[in-house]
Nanobody, 128 residues
């Protein structure tokens, strides 16, 4: 497993923006995945976004398309989730997840909650 370091999150008014970062040292080889999933109280886990670390593909849940952007920074071991136009429904614990060393388990790509490693989570609260 990979140790993941998350940062970002917090509280924001509806319509605002937040930026989440996930550092995944040791998971910088192409065909590995890093993504984010979230879980709100009383709701099922939802895969939010994911990226292949060679930049070849991304995944977004329908609920966040056009508002969230997942990307890598120049260091290549950090993945950023930029969240714009936040809505009340985006309130949840957000978890970074990584699937490394398997050469790309594509059947899991859109399910970050099933990746091998996950972070401790960071809370995002959106208020009207």
């Amino acid at each position: 497993q990979v140790y993941l370091v998350e940062s970002g999150g917090g509280s924001v008014k509806a319509g605002g923006s937040l930026r989440l970062s996930c550092r995944a040292p040791g998971c910088s080889i192409a065909a590995n995945f890093v993504g984010w999933f979230r879980q709100a109280p009383g709701k099922e886990r939802e895969g939010v976004a994911a990226i292949v670390l060679d930049g070849s593909s991304t995944y977004y849940a329908d609920s966040v398309k056009g508002r969230f952007t997942i990307s890598q920074d120049n260091a290549k071991d950090t993945v950023v989730l930029q969240m714009n136009s936040l809505q009340d429904e985006d309130t949840a614990m957000y978890y970074c997840a990584a699937d490394c060393g398997y050469g790309g388990r594509w059947y899991l790509f859109d399910r970050p909650y099933e990746y091998e490693s996950r972070g401790q989570g960071t809370r995002v609260t959106v208020s009207s």
